[in-house]
């Protein structure tokens, strides 16, 4: 059965760092595309960033663009968010989820997510 | 940026009743769109992608449809399971984004 199971959450001070990890099992992630979504507290849903299966070509929303990094361990079978310059605006739940396809589709598995808090 | 906008916000419905969900794309999208399902405290869970292409292990009592711009989620013979948020979701264009969601009470 394929899952997700994200960790690295916690409370952070506005400009500090967070990473973030997604443990995938029973896929290979070099076969698919991965991607985190945020959701902040009471909220909808927000996409973050992506990461294509095959190539590894990134993608990210506005608003955390050139603060956060995906990356993966092929090794590992993890992902990872690398969030910097961390605002009080990204105080969310961060759900880590596997594509459809190498590089688009929908989220067809979700992890069960991690809270993010930042705040002095 | 695709603005993906839902209505309504809330649905009041009976169990055994039909609920009918609205996404509206601001651009084509064609039928890259997927409806979600999100109960408190959870994870949100694919219904529906492609459009009317249900998920695995997904009743049929959950139906979508549309194409372009205009895209419905039907729920017919609501179950007490089925009082959730729902969110539709474009992934025809950077950035990725869904919908403001539809809240089905009872």
């Known amino acids: 059965e394929e899952q997700l199971l994200e960790s690295g959450g916690g409370l952070v001070q506005p400009g500090g760092s967070l990473r973030l990890s997604c443990a995938t099992s029973?896929?290979?992630?070099?076969?698919?595309?991965m991607t985190w979504v945020r959701q902040a507290p009471g909220k909808g849903l927000q996409w973050v960033s992506a990461?294509?299966?095959?190539?590894?070509?990134?993608y990210y929303a506005d608003s955390v663009k050139g603060r956060f990094t995906i990356s993966r361990d092929i090794s590992k079978s993890t992902v990872y968010l690398q969030m910097n310059s961390l605002r009080a605006e990204d105080t969310a739940i961060y759900y880590c989820?596997?594509?459809?396809?190498?590089?688009?589709?929908?989220?067809?598995?979700w992890g069960q997510g991690t809270l993010v808090t930042i705040s002095s | 940026e695709v603005v993906m906008t839902q209505s309504p916000a809330t649905l009041s419905v009976s169990p055994g009743e039909r609920a009918t969900l609205s996404c509206r794309a601001s651009?084509?999208?064609?039928?890259?769109l997927a409806w979600y399902q999100q109960k408190p405290g959870q994870a949100p869970r694919l219904l529906i992608y492609?459009?009317?292409t249900r998920a695995t292990g997904i009743p049929a009592s959950f139906s979508g449809s549309g194409s372009g711009t205009e895209f419905t989620l039907t729920i017919n013979s609501l179950q007490s399971e089925d009082f959730a948020v729902y969110y539709c979701?474009?992934?025809?264009?950077?950035?990725?984004?869904f919908g403001g969601g539809t809240k089905v009470e009872i």
């Open positions: 989820a596997k594509r459809y396809y190498d590089d688009g589709g929908a989220f067809d598995i």
């Open positions: 029973a896929f290979t992630v070099t076969n698919y595309a």
């Open positions: 990461i294509s299966g095959g190539a590894g070509v990134t």
């Open positions: 651009q084509s999208i064609k039928r890259n």
């Open positions: 492609d459009v009317s």
């Open positions: 979701q474009q992934y025809n264009n950077w950035p990725l984004t």
